[in-house]
């Protein structure tokens, strides 16, 4: 089964985020689309996943969603798939960076 591309991802994110409201918060800047972005190459369950543990971490507290709560738990699924085979680097520059890159 294939992995759901940004479009779908972005559109499960929402799904979730109206579902678990108001409980669940996006860390400032935080949004659908970017999640979307920093979920590639996991499916919906473990999205949920990620989600459902912000929601647990934040037990009685708010349940604030962080871009580094996404990492680490994406990089922990990861390991536990693939071993130490893989590793994720985060990177340091965007497109701009690239010579003559325009938007």
Avoid at 42 to 57: F, M, S
């Amino acid at each position: 089964m294939p992995y759901p591309d940004l479009n779908e991802r972005q559109a499960f994110i929402q799904f979730l985020l109206e579902e678990y409201e108001p409980g669940l918060k996006l860390e400032d800047g935080l949004d659908a689309r970017s999640l979307a972005n920093s979920t590639a190459g996991l499916n919906k369950i473990l999205i949920e996943d990620i989600v459902l543990r912000a929601l647990a971490d934040g037990q009685g507290h708010d349940g604030t969603l962080t871009r580094q709560h996404v990492k680490e738990r994406k990089e922990d699924i990861i390991r536990s798939e693939f071993g130490d085979v893989l590793e994720i680097v985060e990177p340091t520059y965007g497109f701009e960076a690239i010579g003559a890159w325009s938007t």
